[in-house]
């Protein structure tokens, strides 16, 4: 499940949605009190964070900061041709014709 908020008020991300997603990512707030709201912490520095691809994430009431990868929808096509051509390329079949014998076959209520 993935919720997501252009803008953390209080009633929109209150402390029914903080405790049923104990794992929450946020990106940049334009407030000290909006990144209090979006990570239930007081002083995570949210507000100080760079716009692309930099990143809290609040997990049990730690944070974490990390920096996530960005590329642009202009960039997309020419990214995916490098990866053709470099040969990195291995696409997964999407449709299996039959169970593994591994595995169980479901059961039937």
Do not use: M
Not at 14 to 33: D, F, Y
Not at 42 to 69: N, Y
Not at 88 to 104: C, E, K, N, V, Y
């Amino acid at each position: 499940l993935v919720l997501a908020t252009q803008r953390p008020v209080a009633t929109v991300v209150g402390g029914l949605v903080k405790a049923n997603l104990p794992l929450r990512l946020v990106g940049a707030v334009a407030s000290p009190e909006d990144a209090k709201v979006a990570t239930g912490i007081a002083g995570t520095g949210a507000e100080r964070l760079a716009v692309r691809g930099d990143f809290l994430l609040v997990s049990h009431a730690r944070l974490h900061r990390f920096q996530a990868a960005y590329i642009s929808d202009a960039d997309i096509p020419a990214f995916v041709a490098s990866i053709r051509q470099s040969g990195q390329h291995r696409p997964r079949p999407t449709i299996f014709t039959r169970t593994p014998a591994s595995i169980p076959p479901p059961s039937r209520l």
